[in-house]
């Protein structure tokens, strides 16, 4: 397993998604199943760069680690800020017209979609999210 800790601010998103290519690199990962990755990444660690600390800013753990039988990755996510389950509200309802839908949680629809598994948990002041992706 690996880990980067860095400050969550939008403009070290491109940081945390070369940390975890790299990571995807050296199992031959699929250029689908790595852009899904990208995508997930990306849209998680901006959620924590725009809400976790919100006025302030604070630190980001991600942890990735490799999981050999069957072949997958899984990613996690650590920060100490405002405790929220993203899996806790409701998908937005896709079947309304663009228009007619309040902003918001597209996004972690997509990471629920496209990802094999999605998992939260707050504990010891944490919030702690993992996606794990088969490869």
Same mark, same amino acid.
């Given at each position: 397993m690996k880990e980067l800790t860095l400050e969550a601010t939008p403009e070290n998103v491109d940081k945390v998604t070369e940390f975890v290519d790299e990571m995807l @690199? &050296?199992?031959?990962?699929? !250029?689908? &199943?790595?852009? @899904? !990755?990208? #995508? @997930? #990444?990306? &849209?998680?660690?901006?959620? !924590?760069a725009h809400y976790a600390y919100n006025p302030e800013t604070g630190y980001a753990t991600v942890k990735v680690d490799v999981v050999k039988e069957p072949l997958a990755v899984e990613i996690t996510f650590v920060d100490n800020g405002v405790p929220y389950d993203p899996l806790a509200k409701a998908d937005p309802d896709t079947t309304q017209s663009i228009e007619d839908r309040p902003i918001g949680g597209m996004g972690i629809l997509i990471v629920k979609k496209s990802m094999d598994a999605v998992d939260y948990e707050y504990k010891d002041g944490k919030n702690i999210l993992t996606i794990k992706k088969n490869l």
């Open positions: @690199a &050296e199992y031959g990962c699929g !250029i689908r &199943e790595q852009t @899904a !990755i990208d #995508v @997930a #990444v990306d &849209e998680l660690f901006s959620n !924590i």
